[in-house]
């Protein structure tokens, strides 16, 4: 996701180019919604095949240059063996010293930039000037959504003054997660004030949900495991908003144009100032100062100081008028 705005800024500085975007199965979904892509290809698929036919599958989309934004040795060998003339790699990774002739000098460990604007820096490789994060959302792209299942476009409220509030409480383990009995508050307080919930995840996330689903929060509707990715990205787009702590999902749904709210820990380098959504109505919640043990994921306070009487005030501005996104520190 954070990814994706690179191809939009080509696009406007390099009228006409084509953009083909190299990667895993489980991303075609987000990258075949995205306006400014041409081609898709499979990295899973590619690796199967014997290196002849890799190289010859790179040679034929003709490509001028390649930026490896996701560092892999397989990826930059084959672009030197394709012969690809400009090779844009980062200074930091030894084999791109073998296999690249343009390299960028990019350290994200300690970086203070967001993810999306370091992405972007590698873009200096080939001459093109990296934009403000102000700005990133407006080069993502993700307007090639498919229309809503017809069975979830009946269930959603189409009430005026009633949301539709997608709550994706887990996140595969990629984050600091806020916790369940957060979310069972937080979905308790919006299903409350007449509102409609919706809680999502994977089917893996559907089984380790079901007590909870079942036992706390009964009046939600169950979407676990239910629908794919595109559905996802589909059912984002027609909601009102989205809270999650720092996933893909959470990215998606800022993308698609929808109030998207993050919960994140002040800790580098998961902290908001790397990973918050990008989008017009994005934004995010963070206690603002550490606890003393932030480094230990299992023992950090931190994403309990924010409570879901804070998560539902923002919730609430969703309705009416739209209001502004927001990045509070608390």
């Known amino acids: 996701m954070l990814t994706l705005p690179m191809c939009g800024w080509l696009k406007k500085k390099l009228p006409g180019c084509k953009i083909v975007f190299l990667g895993s199965t489980y991303t075609q979904p987000v990258v075949a919604a995205c306006a400014h892509v041409d081609v898709f290809l499979n990295i899973d698929i ?17 490509i001028d240059a390649v930026v490896h934004v996701y560092p892999n040795k397989l990826v930059a060998r084959l672009a030197q063996k394709a012969a690809i003339p400009v090779r844009v790699g980062t200074r930091n990774r030894w084999f791109h010293w ?3 002739n343009k390299l960028v000098k990019l350290s994200r460990r300690n970086s203070p930039y967001h993810e999306s604007q370091l992405n972007m820096l590698l873009l200096s490789g080939i001459g093109i000037n990296e934009i403000p994060l102000s700005e990133m959302h407006c080069y993502t792209g ?18 005026e003054k009633q949301l539709n509030i997608i709550l994706h409480p887990k996140s595969k383990g990629s984050a600091r997660e806020w916790g369940l009995d957060n979310f069972a508050r937080l979905a308790g307080m919006i ?23 079942q036992q ?44 998207a709210l993050g919960i994140y820990p002040p800790v580098r380098p998961v902290h908001p100032g790397r990973w918050s959504p990008i989008g017009a109505k994005a934004e995010y919640l963070v206690h603002a100062k550490g606890c003393t043990a932030c480094a230990d994921p299992q023992k950090c306070s931190c994403m309990a100081q924010v ?17 502004p996104a927001t990045k509070i520190h608390l």
């Open 46 to 62: 590619l690796k199967s095949l014997p290196e002849e036919q890799q190289i010859s599958i790179l040679q034929q989309q003709v």
């Open 142 to 159: 993700l307007t090639k959504v498919n229309p809503l299942p017809l069975w979830l476009k009946e269930d959603l409220n189409k009430e």
């Open 307 to 323: 409570t879901p009487e804070q998560v539902f005030q923002r919730v609430l501005t969703w309705t009416g008028p739209a209001a």
């Open 98 to 100: 073998l296999t690249c």
């Open 191 to 213: 299903y409350e004030a007449g509102h409609k919930v919706y809680i999502t995840g994977s089917p893996a996330e559907h089984e380790i949900l079901n007590t909870w689903l």
């Open 216 to 259: 706390q929060v009964p009046f939600a509707t169950d979407l676990t495991g239910r629908l794919s990715l595109a559905e996802f990205i589909s059912l984002a787009k027609a909601a009102d908003g989205l809270v999650a702590c720092s996933t893909g999902t959470l990215h998606i749904a800022a993308a698609v144009g929808t109030h």
